[in-house]
């Protein structure tokens, strides 16, 4: 059965500095799908930036770089330029190709941002 | 593009009564998947339907049930609520099984 994990419960970072959220997952299958979410406290999850297992390169969004290490099955998020509007729960997730499809969620890491 | 609309968004119930949570997923968006959110278990899926049809099933008693609408609306069922089931109720929507999902603000259910 896959796994999702998150080591770090809580991160912070200051303001304009960069900080990285670490997610590392367990599976036996070779094409999958992870994901970055962010919730911040009015409760939407939002989906930050998403990584295909094929794709060699590095998926990036703005302020948001993933560091993909498919051998190590390793997925960490890099924030760069940090804002006080970053403050929120960070889930990685990690899901099929085929079959069922399921999303399976870390437990989550809470951002601080400190002005 | 409207996003994934939940409803309620807080309920109050009492241990014993059940509850109905309703999701209307984004416009044209087929799939649609329920989680249940605690601090102590994380996000944890419910189950998944497609064209009315549940496709996936969580490791959920048989007390929580859904079903999905013609139009993919999808509505939640709680029966013999218990003070456990205390939790956010998060669903999101996808164009279809397998795709990106999109997340719902909530429902946030207190058990008393």
């Known amino acids: 059965a896959q796994t999702v994990t998150q080591s770090q419960p809580e991160m912070s970072v200051q303001e304009a500095e960069t900080v990285t959220l670490s997610c590392t997952y367990d599976t036996s299958e070779s094409d999958y799908y992870l994901f970055w979410y962010k919730q911040p406290p009015s409760r939407q999850m939002i989906l930050v930036i998403r990584?295909?297992?094929?794709?060699?390169q590095n998926a990036t969004e703005n302020r948001f770089s993933v560091n993909f290490q498919k051998a190590a099955k390793s997925f960490s998020l890099k924030i760069s330029d940090s804002q006080l509007g970053d403050a929120a729960m960070y889930f990685c997730a990690y899901r099929t190709t085929s079959g069922t499809y399921k999303y399976i969620f870390g437990t989550g890491t809470r951002l601080k941002v400190l002005a | 593009k409207a996003g994934v609309t939940q409803t309620p968004r807080y309920l109050i119930k009492t241990r014993g009564q059940q509850v109905t949570l309703s999701c209307s997923p984004i416009?044209?968006?087929?799939?649609v998947s329920w989680y249940q959110q605690t601090p102590g278990q994380g996000l944890q899926f419910l189950f998944e339907y497609f064209s009315e049809t549940q496709r996936n099933k969580g490791n959920f008693p048989g007390r929580f049930s859904g079903r999905q609408f013609s139009n993919s609306r999808s509505e939640m069922n709680v029966s013999t609520l218990e003070l456990g089931d205390s939790a956010l109720y998060l669903c999101?929507?996808?164009?279809?099984?397998?795709?990106?999902?999109?997340f719902g603000p909530g429902t946030r259910l207190l058990v008393l």
């Open positions: 990584q295909e297992a094929y794709k060699q």
């Open positions: 999101a929507s996808s164009l279809d099984p397998g795709k990106t999902q999109y």
């Open positions: 416009s044209g968006h087929r799939s």
